[in-house]
């Protein structure tokens, strides 16, 4: 069932120490795993993208189609990233709705919006909720973007028909996410960046089971063409996936139609 919360923030960065072989096969695992890093979330990001994934996330958003006065949702939230940049856009006339089923990674979001006070964040509600089983009314939003959420549900078929219910006709969704490279050289270096770079820094924060997760996650994925199959499949239209980040990054389009 979903709740709204009225968060308050983290009592500090406790962080976990990580099991071996960490099992991320289930929903509930899942969830534990991404309220398990939420405290260095944030950092990690930055320092393992070198602040390019701000780029990326501003990329994605302005694909969204997201304008004035709209009514958007931010899929798997997170700690807000995507649904900031979507208060910005939709202004204090419109509405975010950022979901997310990880309470730990909902309560940083709502500390990060008494933090980096701005009058238009007042516009965002934070819902603790499944991308699986919206609690949202059918054709509902204007736009939806979901941010690294796509990869990481457990039906990804089920999270895109959930998308296009509860996306308004005419409105686009715009998901941005690790491209499973077809390029050889391009999946090198991401495994090789995974490996020597990402996972040897999540240790340092006792996270490294959970960070190896990554890597299988983008194995498991779905490529750029295989995203906008399962796009068309469920429905939408004008299905495109767009390379970013030198290959490393993707982000799908996709609009739902008419009629
Ligand atoms: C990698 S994080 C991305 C967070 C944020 N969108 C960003 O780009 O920084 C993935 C998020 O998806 C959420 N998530 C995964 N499966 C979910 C589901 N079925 N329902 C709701 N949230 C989910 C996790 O809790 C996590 O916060």
């Known amino acids: 069932m979903a709740t709204t919360l009225s968060l308050s923030p983290l009592s500090g960065g406790l962080l976990l120490r990580s099991p071996r072989n960490i099992r991320v096969r289930c ?77 730990e990674q909902l309560s940083i979001a709502s500390t990060r919006q008494d933090l980096f006070w701005k009058a238009c964040y007042k516009n965002i509600e934070w819902v603790e909720g499944d991308a699986l089983n919206m609690p949202f009314t059918d054709c509902y939003f204007d736009a939806i973007t979901m941010g690294y959420g796509l990869r990481n549900v457990i039906d990804k078929q089920k999270s895109m028909q959930e998308i296009f219910r509860v996306l308004k006709p005419g409105s686009r969704v715009s998901i941005l996410d690790f491209n499973k490279a077809t390029s050889s050289a391009v999946s090198f270096i991401q495994g090789w ?14 996270l490294s089971g959970e960070y190896e997760y990554l890597k299988v ?34 982000n799908l389009v996709a609009t739902r139609p008419t009629a």
């Open 217 to 250: 996650s983008i194995a498991e994925f779905l490529t750029g063409e295989e995203l906008e199959k399962l796009a068309t499949e469920v429905g939408f239209s004008n299905a495109n996936h767009y390379e970013i980040g030198g290959g490393l990054m993707g």
């Open 27 to 103: 929903s509930a695992e899942r969830q534990a795993l991404f309220s398990r890093i939420a405290p260095v979330y944030d950092n990690l990001n930055d320092l393992l993208s070198l602040g390019q994934h701000r780029t990326w996330k501003r990329m994605s958003v302005s694909w969204s189609g997201a304008k004035k006065g709209d009514r958007v949702l931010d899929l798997c939230c997170g700690s807000g990233d995507l649904a900031f940049l979507l208060s910005e856009k939709v202004g204090p006339d419109g509405e975010v709705i950022a979901l997310d089923f990880s309470r």
């Open 193 to 206: 960046a995974i490996d020597n770079m990402v996972v040897p820094v999540a240790s340092l924060y006792g």
